[in-house]
């Protein structure tokens, strides 16, 4: 007999927030600054008899979060001490929250979401030439972590939530989330069961810093728990690392619970009363909010009845789909064209910018992309010619009619000048003439690629086949 077990996944994603100071004090919250130990303080690197105070943006980040999420928002919530001893938590402890989190519940692409609430980050241990050295620079930026129910059956399934909430922070401005920087990091806790509605024994894999290790570490994880009990074995509570080289989780540590951590509340902060702050009222706080991806995307396929495909590629990220809203505005007037619009951002813009490896949809002027989109329609510019004027577009900006006319690619509607393009062709391809003649209509194309090259691309290819056909030797 054959034993089915059955995956639960639970995931904890902390994501750095995007604010001014750190968590705690005055210090600069920048990621970007590469210089150790210069953006820190006193009270970040735990000077004794120095005072904490909270930063009121991180807060209303997270509860943004929440409220986007659809969880409860909490009228109390305070913070607490956990117990933590790394070399790289300079206090002994790190000011996090438990009982009271600032957000309760919740769902993401119908991901069930336990809590979401605030707490300071460590600093960055780096290892070189035999020793360790500590920059503080990352000590004390706000932390927002993110526990989801362990309700995620696959690997690819993490994989979309994780992205999703990715989105989500910088559709919000709670955080640019870039895991390559550290500055979103993915544990995974996983279990299999033979039960149906019971949980095996957690393990959980701990920093994962791109979304394809999330999902590689999560499957090997549910092959390896599933082969060792198949074997007769017995899975351990512990902490696991990813090895990306060889594709394989290893042990760190066992597990620490929650007694562990000797949480208390933190007596150097004030409680948080969120209803005597308006700003941090349910109301507020919702009224705050933008269009979400999600509502951006079922309002994309109603509105303009794009493919699947080609909606998620627009939402992808928060340019992208600014950009392509300033487009749609632009050509109101020319709904039909929305559709070739579409076409050119998700295939030959996306080719530029992925040449370049970078996108800059903000100094794309939205305006000339979507003038360029209507030359292409009314047929005065063609697809070769289009492509090239995007091209210097996207280098140098401009007006695409223009750009097109000093560099000859407008296509040419001068039926006179047309005509002595084709006569020249027909004379010297006759061969090709008498092929059409006898009825192969490909013969017909390669008279129109001949009259084209002859124009240099400017001759309008429907001109060009009426043209030739009116003009075939009887």
């Not at 728990?225 to 990306?244: I, K, P, S, Y």
């Not at 991806?293 to 994309?300: L, V």
């Not at 530029?352 to 970078?358: D, E, N, Q, T, W």
Request: proline share 4%.
């Amino acid at each position: 007999m054959i034993t089915m077990y059955v995956p639960a996944i639970g995931l904890e994603i902390h994501a750095e927030l995007k604010t001014r100071t750190k968590m705690f004090c005055d210090s600069a919250n920048d990621p970007d600054e590469t210089r150790p130990n210069v953006n820190v303080c006193p009270i970040c690197t735990a000077h004794p008899g120095t005072l904490p105070t909270i930063n009121r943006e991180a807060v209303r980040h997270v509860l943004r979060v929440g409220s986007a999420i659809g969880g409860t928002l909490a009228d109390f919530s305070e913070f607490d001490r956990k117990s933590y001893f790394y070399p790289d938590i300079p206090k002994g402890y790190q000011i996090s929250q438990y009982e009271h989190p600032l957000v309760v519940g919740g769902e993401l692409l119908g991901v069930a979401i336990t809590r979401v609430h605030l707490e300071e980050d460590a600093a960055r241990s780096i290892h070189a030439g035999g020793k360790s050295l500590i920059d503080f620079n990352r000590a004390g930026i706000p932390l927002m972590e993110l526990v989801t129910e362990p309700v995620i059956a696959d690997a690819e399934t993490a994989g979309r939530f994780a992205r999703e909430l990715q989105l989500l922070l910088r559709t919000l401005g709670a955080g640019e989330a870039n895991l390559e920087k550290g500055e979103m990091r993915i544990e995974a806790n996983v279990s299999v069961s033979s039960e149906k509605g019971r949980f095996g024994t957690k393990v959980e894999v701990k920093n994962l810093n791109s979304f394809r290790s999330v999902e590689r570490a999560i499957a090997f994880e549910i092959r390896r728990q599933t082969a060792l009990l198949e074997g007769g074995g017995e899975v351990v509570q512990e902490t696991r690392g990813w090895n990306e080289a060889t594709q394989e989780t290893f042990h760190q540590r066992f597990k620490e619970g929650s007694a562990d951590y000797r949480y208390f509340p933190e007596p150097d902060l004030p409680k948080l009363i969120l209803s005597d702050i308006p700003e941090f009222s349910t109301a507020a706080i919702r009224a705050s909010l933008p269009e979400l991806p999600c509502d951006r995307r079922a309002r994309y396929a109603r509105a303009y009845a794009l493919k699947e495909g080609d909606v998620a590629y627009l939402c992808a990220t928060p340019e992208r789909a600014a950009f392509f809203d300033a487009v749609a505005t632009a050509l109101k007037e020319h709904k039909e064209s929305i559709a070739r619009a579409v076409n050119y951002i998700v295939s030959d813009l996306a080719g530029i910018y992925a040449k370049r490896g970078s996108e800059a949809y903000a100094a794309l002027d939205a305006s000339a992309f979507a003038k360029l989109i209507t030359l292409t329609v009314s047929g005065d510019l063609s697809s070769r010619g289009a492509k090239d004027t995007l091209l210097i577009l996207v280098e140098k900006g401009g007006d695409p009619e223009i750009i097109a006319r000093e560099r000859g690619l407008m296509q040419v509607h001068d039926t006179e000048e047309l005509q002595a393009a084709v006569t020249a062709i027909l004379q010297q391809e006759t061969r090709a003439v008498e092929e059409y003649r006898a009825g192969k209509e490909a013969a017909l194309q390669y008279l129109i690629g001949k009259s084209m090259k002859a124009t240099k691309g400017a001759g309008n290819p429907s001109l060009l086949k009426d043209i030739i056909i009116k003009n075939l030797p009887s």
